[in-house]
């Protein structure tokens, strides 16, 4: 079965710190992987895609890798801001599946303390 | 105005009731999906419609209906609520994707429905 595992499931950091959230998926013939962010009573928020073809992709201080051979992915975050505080979802579309299915992990619930 | 919107928010109701959840979307996408999320499950596919006469079951479709109305409209019925049905739920779109990079979609704020 495709699935998409995230650790830790909860994060609370001082504002201003660098952090690493990650994102394991169990089979390597991905399409490919999204991070997305949700906020409370906002829906989800696409931040980062990366293509099965790439290793990492960046936006302003975000930056996401990929690892297929690992089936491992990260986001990296940094100079945290209490803006972030979100939770963090990874999903992945894997060949194989149902066009357009994104297997969701649970998330990762991020708290930047100022 | 917001790209996806979801009606109504947030819904209470008693089991054994029929309720609708409604998506309307003007991004012009032929894509629309139905997601549920609970806690410490995540989100999981209900149905999908690749347009207007494409309907199809995704991982956990039992208990549940959809309508494509038009490309822009999605409704999802609950035929007789039960109290499992609790939860959040998410309608998203997207358009066909053109290359890895397309392959996204774009989500609705939520209905928090729950069935006492």
């Known amino acids: 079965k495709q699935e998409v595992t995230q650790i830790p499931a909860a994060l609370s950091v001082p504002e201003g710190e660098n952090l690493v959230l990650n994102c394991s998926f169990t089979?390597?013939?991905?399409?490919?992987l999204q991070w997305f962010r949700q906020d409370p009573g906002k829906g989800l928020t696409s931040l980062l895609l990366?293509?099965?073809?790439?290793r990492e992709q960046t936006s302003g201080r975000l930056n996401a890798s990929l690892d297929k051979s690992s089936g491992r992915s990260t986001l990296y975050i940094a100079a945290s801001q209490p803006g972030d505080s979100a939770t963090y979802l990874c999903?992945?579309?894997?060949?194989?599946?149902?066009?357009?299915?994104?297997?969701f992990g649970k998330g990762t619930k991020l708290s930047v303390k100022p | 105005d917001a790209d996806v919107t979801q009606t109504p928010r947030n819904r209470i109701t008693k089991t054994g009731k029929r309720i609708m959840l409604e998506c309307s979307q003007t991004?012009?996408?032929?894509?629309m999906y139905w997601y549920r999320q609970d806690p410490g499950l995540g989100l999981r596919l209900i149905y999908y419609?690749?347009?207007?006469?494409?309907?199809n079951k995704g991982e956990i479709s039992d208990g549940y209906s959809v309508s494509r109305q038009a490309q822009a409209k999605f409704s999802l019925s609950l035929e007789s609520a039960i109290p499992n049905q609790t939860a959040l739920y998410f309608c998203?779109?997207?358009?066909?994707?053109?290359?890895?990079?397309?392959?996204?979609?774009?989500f609705g704020p939520g209905t928090r429905l729950t069935v006492l």
């Open positions: 419609s690749f347009d207007v006469k494409d309907i």
């Open positions: 998203a779109t997207s358009d066909p994707p053109t290359s890895p990079s397309t392959d996204t979609q774009y």
């Open positions: 991004k012009g996408h032929d894509r």
């Open positions: 089979d390597s013939a991905i399409y490919n």
């Open positions: 990366i293509q099965s073809s790439q």
């Open positions: 999903a992945v579309t894997f060949y194989g599946g149902s066009q357009g299915n994104l297997i």
